[in-house]
């Protein structure tokens, strides 16, 4: 019989995975919450209405890539492929938008229906950041901070870069968008294939086209800065002057659009060149009219979403990653003979007693020396070893795995007294 498998572009993270994304997702909690910003979840699937009304229906998710069926009320529904407009949909629908401010994070599962390749999957994971009713560039500027002590966390600011552009009012795109089609579309024939679809669906998308001959066509065109209205103008320039005064690196790139319709001014992305084509680590801007173009009073919003696949394939090749990641205890419990419930009950009382602790407790039996190996495997410390003889005396011995250390024996009373210092690196660093 044919084995079924998981569906093509949806991982399984195994334990040898599950070790760096905890770390990295501890990585990312401690930064959120250190910028004062508190979690928000909602469900992985909406009507499908909320992705087509918000993210725009001639964009390359809504075109092509989501997972939409019907359920069986022949509602139609879809798995999220982002997650602003899902936060929005539930702020609005809790009041959370209405005469305050919000800072709130969310973390999970997305989906794409895309070609898989590394970095590029059809079900990954975002921790998404989104800010609502505040309108200054301090907040845009707060933002980009964040993401950038969070890449300094995890050793990662020397391989990603910032990227900046403001892409103006409506107003301004619009009048932006004519120029740029009436002069590309004098030179339709040198744009590639993808472009000239574009031409008459996206026009703005035709600003990040790959294609070099594109590129070159494009630098005797409008430029999108020179169309700007004022008070965008002057918003993107405070902005620029808060990252220099926090002294946050970026380039500002003029052609940097998003792929999602609901942008205005503020638009970003953090880029490497580490990761093939998959060179967008995180990306976000400004949405101030997101809010209102999905039924609420206008509101201002920006936020960013960081691609985690992403992120840990980068802390995997460049970053820093703590010792001692991949054990799952600090300490090993082998119990020798005819052992067990003393070893349980050990096992039970200093689990109780440190709770921070993590012990492995031996199963399975076997001969002394086949424990010990297991012990080591485990990336454990410290081995307690319980036999026969210091179970009946009420003793321990305490062997030390890692370290140049005698073997000490003690009174099991005294051992939690012992274990409180082997703490292991990695949770430490989680914390
Ligand atoms: P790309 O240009 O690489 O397709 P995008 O502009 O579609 O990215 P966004 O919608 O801005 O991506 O999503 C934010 C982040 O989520 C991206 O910067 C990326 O890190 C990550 N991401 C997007 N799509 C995928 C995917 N299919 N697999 C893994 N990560 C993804
Ligand atoms: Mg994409």
Redesign the pocket.
């Known amino acids: 019989m044919k084995k079924i498998q998981a569906i093509r572009g949806m991982n399984d993270l195994l334990p040898a995975d599950t070790a760096i994304w905890q770390y990295m997702e501890a990585c990312v909690k401690r930064a959120l919450a250190g910028f004062g910003y508190s979690e928000i979840r909602f469900p992985i699937m909406e009507q499908t209405d909320l992705f087509k009304r918000s993210i725009g229906e001639v964009t ?2 809504v075109e092509k890539e989501m997972y939409t069926f019907e359920d069986r009320n022949g509602e139609s529904v879809t798995l999220r492929p ?1 997650g602003t407009a899902s936060c929005v949909r539930a702020c609005e629908e809790h009041g959370l938008l209405y005469n305050q401010t919000q800072r709130l994070w969310y973390m999970g599962p997305m989906f ?1 229906y ?1 070609r898989p390749q590394k ?4 079900q ?1 994971h ?1 921790v998404g950041i989104e800010t609502f009713g505040l309108e200054g560039p301090d907040i845009d500027a707060e933002l980009l901070l964040l993401g950038y002590h969070l890449f300094r966390q995890l050793g990662l600011d020397h391989c990603v870069s910032l990227q900046i552009n403001s892409l103006g009012s409506d107003a301004a795109r619009a009048a932006f968008r004519e120029a740029l089609v009436k002069y590309l579309s004098a030179h339709e024939a040198q744009l590639d294939e993808d472009s000239k679809r574009r031409l008459h669906t996206n026009p703005l998308r035709i600003l990040d086209s790959k294609s070099p001959d594109t590129q070159a066509l494009l630098d005797g065109g409008p430029s999108l800065a020179d169309y700007l209205d004022e008070s965008s103008h002057e918003h993107f320039t405070r902005l620029t002057q808060l990252l220099d005064a926090a002294g946050v690196p970026y380039s500002v790139n003029p052609r940097l659009v ?3 319709d609901y942008y205005s001014r503020t638009a970003f ?1 953090w880029v490497t060149d580490r990761l093939g084509a ?1 060179s ?4 976000g801007g400004r949405y101030d009219n997101l809010v209102a173009q999905l039924g609420g009073r206008p509101t201002p919003a920006v936020g960013f ?3 985690l ?2 992120l840990v394939l980068l802390v995997q090749s460049e970053g820093r990653l703590p010792e001692g990641l991949d054990a799952s205890v600090d300490v090993y419990l082998a119990a020798v003979g005819d052992v067990q419930a003393e070893a349980l009950k050990l096992a039970a009382s200093l689990r109780e007693q440190l709770p921070q602790l993590r012990l492995g407790m031996h199963c399975g039996g076997g001969s002394f020396k086949s424990q010990l190996k297991k012990a080591d495997k485990s990336g454990a410390q410290v081995a307690l070893i319980l036999g026969e003889d210091e179970a009946a005396e009420g003793k321990v011995a305490v062997k030390y795995l890692r370290e140049d250390r005698p073997q000490q024996s003690l009174n099991q009373n005294d051992v939690a007294q012992l274990l409180t210092s082997v703490a292991s690196g990695a949770q430490q660093e989680a914390k």
């Open positions: 390359d998710i982002e794409r895309e970095g590029r999957y059809r990954f975002q998003r792929g999602l992305e998959q967008a680590v995180c990306a979403a960081i691609g696949e992403r």
